[in-house]
């Protein structure tokens, strides 16, 4: 199975893509990890920065960049999950195109749903333990405002193929990874190995 996580900034996509890629064993690609694993030192790095310590978007191409290397190493047989990748129209249609050159195609689209409060106040509290640079107050709105024109125009795009699952994420993690897999095995027959 390929599977989308979609959802704002602090939704949990990275929480729940953890969990459900232990249950699936499956590969877990997540284009903001991949981004900030770049050496700050280096010149990709330094530009890394500056697309996305304010909030701010890293271009397209670039990110087509990283995750066409990535998924060159994916072993097909398993089930992947894509955390804040595609963000954007331009990406989603470029990525179908990718899958469907290998037989492939997103089997679900998990649609992550939070109010902005409670978005502001886990992104805040994570900032006092982990220190990403861009959990402030300024970097994160500029990361909702984003999400709404940029991001979310996905959902009607994955909608129209009939693949997207809306979750109410506000609950615990616990909670919330029960309404996943409730998608995810409901979705498929695929069974935790
Ligand atoms: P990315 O790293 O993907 O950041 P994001 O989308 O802003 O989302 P987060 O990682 O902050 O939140 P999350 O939804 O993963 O939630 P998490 O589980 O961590 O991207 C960073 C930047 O890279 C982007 O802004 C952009 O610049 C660039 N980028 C990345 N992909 C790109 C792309 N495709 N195109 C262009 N640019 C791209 O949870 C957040 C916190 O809440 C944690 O502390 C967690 O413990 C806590 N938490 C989680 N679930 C719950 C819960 N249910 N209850 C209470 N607390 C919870
Ligand atoms: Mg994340």
Do not use: W
Not at 25 to 38: I, Q
Request: aromatic content about 6%; charged content about 25%.
């Amino acid at each position: 199975m390929r599977i989308v996580f979609i959802g704002p900034p602090g939704a949990g996509k990275g929480t729940q893509c953890k969990r459900l890629a232990k249950l699936l064993h499956a590969a877990h690609l997540s284009t903001g990890d991949m981004l900030r694993s770049v050496d700050r030192h280096s010149d990709l790095g330094r530009r890394i920065a500056g697309y996305i310590d304010d909030g701010g978007f890293a271009p397209d191409e670039l990110i087509m960049e990283i995750v066409t290397a990535r998924l060159a190493e994916i072993d097909y047989n398993k089930s992947c999950l894509f955390d804040g990748f595609p963000r954007t129209l331009r990406q989603a249609e470029m990525f179908d195109e990718i899958l469907a050159s290998q037989n492939s195609q997103i089997d679900l689209v998990i649609n992550l749903e939070v109010d902005r409060d409670e978005l502001v106040s886990r992104l805040l509290d994570r900032a006092k333990v982990e220190h990403r640079l861009d959990d402030n107050l300024s970097a994160i709105s500029t990361r909702l405002q984003i999400y709404s024109t940029v991001t979310v125009p996905l959902l009607a795009y994955y909608g129209e193929k009939g693949i997207v699952k809306t979750i109410d994420a506000t609950a615990s993690a616990d909670i919330v990874f029960e309404r996943v897999k409730a998608c995810v095995l409901g979705h498929s027959g695929d069974r935790p190995r």
